[in-house]
C-alpha cells in the first residue's frame, strides 16, 4: 500500500511549501481543481510523527499526547462537516465570477496565476484580523488558538464554521480571479500554514522580511500582551508590515493558547464554548446597542472600555506555567492512539470511497467518526461517565458489523485486510470497558 496515495512524495512535500508553478496548478474547469488539503493527509502525519522524532531524540518536549490528539480530532472533524453541511462557497463564487466579474482573466496564464496568489494572500490577512477583532468570528477561530502547546499538530486544530465566515471575504475576489485559480490558492494559502507551526525551526534569516515564518506565528500564537493580535499574514508578512500588526520575536519566551484557557480535551466543546459565551454575555448585557456591540467589537470589549477591549484586563503569565494536562494512564494512552489510527484510516477511506456510498452510509459513518472523537475527548478528560460512553461505542461498531455479515456485507470504510484486526480490536475494548464500568472512576487518573 503506498502511504502517500496517489501523490508523488517530492511533489507532496513542495505543496506544503506553496513550491508548485503555475503550469502544475492552473485548470480551466474548476472541477479539475484537485482536493489537495485532503491530498496531504498523509503528509500531516509524516510531519507529525518526524517533528516528534526529532523533538525525542533531541530532548526537547513539545508533543503531549492529549494535546495532540486533541488537534488531530479537530482537523478529522472540519474535512467530516463537509459531508454534513452543503457548502455553497464553490456554488456562489462561480455565480459571482459568471454575471458581475469586471475582467475576464484567462485560466492558463502565469500573470493570473500570481494575481490570484496575492488576492487571496491579501483577503486573508484581512479575514484573519477580522477573525481577532470582531467577537462572532472570534467565536470561530478561537478554536485554533486552544491549543497550549505549538507544534504541528496545532496546525489541524481548526474550527467546523470558520469557513463559512472567510468566504464571504474572499467573494469579492470573484470579480476578477476565475474559480478554478481561486480554489487552488485558498488551499494552498492553508497548505503554507501548516509547516511554519513549529519551534524547531528558529529563524529564516533574510526570508522573514516577506514571508510568514514560524518564528513571526509563534508570535501570533502567544498570549504574552506583547504578542495579542500581532502577525495575521498567511504566506506573506509583508501586509502586517504595511498595516502596522507585525511583531518580532523577541527574547521573552511566548506562552501559547488562549488567555482564559478552555480545560478540556472535549472536541464538541472546544468548538462551541466561545458562541456559548457570546450567547449568555448577549442574553445578560443591557440595552440595545451593547447587544450589538457585544457580536461586532472585540472579544475583550465591555461597556466603557476600547472597541478591542483594555490590555490591562490580559491574565498576567504566572511562572512556571501550568497547563491543562488531564490524561490517561499509559494503557489508556496506547488505547486512544490504536484507536485514533483506525479513525484515521476510516476517515482517509471515506473520502476515497465517498463516491461509491450512498448517503446513509456517509451519514452513519460521519456520524461514529464524530461520536469517537468526542469520546475520546470525554476518556483524556476523565469524565465519570466516559467508560459507560466509550462501552456504548465499541458495541455499537460490533453490533453493526454483525448485522451487516449476517447479509454478507461488510463496514466499507475498514480496509478489507485490516477487517479482522479492527474486530478484535473492538472486541477486546468493549470487553475491557465492561469491567471497568464496575469499578471507580479512579481507574482513568493520570499517574504523575
Excluded at 503506498?2 to 513542495?14: A, E, L
Excluded at 492529549?66 to 452543503?86: E, P, R, W, Y
Excluded at 457585544?294 to 498576567?316: F, N, T
Excluded at 485490516?418 to 475494548?429: K, M, Q, Y
Aim: with cysteine; hydrophobic share 45%.
Amino acid at each position: 500500500m503506498n502511504y502517500f496515495g496517489n501523490t508523488n512524495f517530492s511533489v507532496g512535500v513542495r505543496r506544503l511549501f506553496y513550491a508548485v508553478t503555475p503550469n502544475e496548478t492552473s485548470f480551466e474547469k474548476l472541477e479539475d481543481v484537485p482536493d489537495y488539503l485532503n491530498e496531504a493527509i498523509p503528509f500531516f502525519n509524516g510531519a507529525i510523527l518526524l517533528e516528534f522524532l526529532i523533538c525525542w531524540l533531541k530532548g526537547v518536549e513539545t508533543l503531549r499526547l492529549n494535546d495532540g490528539l486533541s488537534s488531530v480530532t479537530a482537523g478529522i472533524f472540519l474535512q467530516l462537516s463537509k459531508f454534513l453541511i452543503i457548502s455553497f462557497e464553490l456554488v456562489t463564487y462561480s455565480w459571482i465570477h459568471t454575471n458581475y466579474r469586471l475582467v475576464v482573466l484567462p485560466w492558463n496564464s502565469p500573470w493570473t496565476w500570481f494575481i490570484a496568489f496575492l488576492t487571496i494572500d491579501f483577503l486573508y490577512y484581512w479575514f484573519h484580523r477580522a477573525a481577532h477583532e470582531i467577537n462572532f468570528i472570534w467565536a470561530a477561530h478561537q478554536v485554533h488558538h486552544s491549543a497550549e502547546d505549538y507544534n504541528l499538530s496545532t496546525a489541524l486544530r481548526q474550527s467546523v464554521v470558520q469557513r463559512y465566515f472567510s468566504m464571504i471575504v474572499y467573494f469579492p475576489s470573484a470579480l476578477f480571479v476565475p474559480p478554478s485559480a481561486y480554489f487552488v490558492h485558498v488551499q494552498f494559502n492553508l497548505l503554507y500554514q501548516f509547516w511554519i507551526h513549529t519551534e524547531l525551526v528558529k529563524s529564516l534569516g533574510p526570508l522573514e522580511y516577506i514571508l510568514n515564518a514560524p518564528s513571526h506565528h509563534r508570535v501570533h500564537h502567544g498570549r504574552n500582551p506583547y504578542c495579542i493580535d500581532k502577525n495575521y499574514g498567511g504566506t506573506l508578512i509583508i501586509f502586517d508590515r504595511l498595516f502596522g500588526t507585525f511583531q518580532d520575536e523577541t527574547d521573552e519566551k511566548v506562552v501559547y493558547g488562549l488567555t482564559h484557557p478552555v480545560n478540556t480535551w472535549n472536541p464538541i466543546w472546544i468548538q462551541i464554548c466561545h458562541f456559548v459565551h457570546i450567547g449568555k454575555t448577549f442574553w445578560s448585557i443591557e440595552g440595545f446597542k451593547n447587544k450589538i456591540y457585544v457580536l461586532v467589537k472585540g472579544p475583550g470589549w465591555s461597556p466603557g472600555k476600547p472597541r478591542l477591549g483594555d490590555p490591562a484586563d490580559i491574565p498576567q503569565l504566572e511562572y512556571p506555567i501550568s497547563k491543562y494536562d488531564n490524561g490517561l494512564p499509559l494503557w489508556g494512552n496506547i488505547y486512544i492512539v490504536i484507536h485514533t489510527i483506525l479513525l484515521s484510516i476510516c476517515f482517509q477511506e471515506l473520502f476515497l470511497k465517498q463516491l461509491t456510498l450512498t448517503q446513509t452510509n456517509v451519514l452513519g459513518v460521519v456520524l461514529f467518526l464524530f461520536a469517537s472523537g468526542t469520546c475520546f475527548g470525554f476518556l483524556m478528560d476523565n469524565k465519570w461517565y466516559s467508560p459507560h460512553l466509550e462501552l456504548i461505542r465499541c458495541v455499537v461498531f460490533l453490533l453493526v458489523d454483525y448485522q451487516l455479515s449476517l447479509r454478507q456485507k461488510r463496514i466499507e470504510v475498514v480496509p478489507l485486510p485490516l477487517l479482522d484486526v479492527t474486530r478484535i480490536i473492538f472486541a477486546i475494548s468493549a470487553i475491557i470497558w465492561f469491567l471497568l464500568c464496575f469499578r471507580s472512576g479512579k481507574i482513568l487518573e493520570k499517574e504523575e
